[in-house]
């Protein structure tokens, strides 16, 4: 599920695989989204760290009809939103080994957040 992994999953092993990639899915607002977001990054680090396995978020989706009935302007808070997803998914004890889908660019500003955040992180 897009929004958190389903309880089953954490009864999973991984520790024979060579990556688990999530899909995490945006919604709503800026707080909506980090709220989530923090309690699926519990679930995942509970995978993560019991079988010792990389881990990617595979999709970092948007829910457009949940932002819009929301009235959260993604051209003018993309920035914002994506910011502080990236900061708590960069700060996690086990940090992802990579992000392989982020979606539209919404404003320069935008661009500049995934510049800084993400891309700027690949030369480490």
Request: some cysteine.
């Amino acid at each position: 599920h897009p929004t958190r992994p389903a309880p089953f999953w954490k009864d999973l092993s991984y520790e024979n695989v060579d990556r688990v990639d999530f899909t995490f899915l945006m919604r709503c607002d800026v707080q909506a989204t980090t709220t989530k977001l923090r309690e699926y990054m519990d679930s995942v680090m509970h995978i993560v760290k019991r079988d010792s396995v990389p881990w990617t978020i595979g999709e970092l989706s948007i829910d457009f009809p949940s932002f819009e009935r929301c009235g959260t302007d993604l051209y003018d808070q993309a920035d914002e939103i994506y910011s502080a997803v990236l900061d708590i998914l960069f700060e996690q004890e086990v940090p992802p080994v990579g992000v392989a889908a982020i979606g539209d660019v919404f404003s320069r500003d935008h661009k500049i957040v995934l510049e800084e955040k993400l891309f700027s992180r690949s030369a480490d």
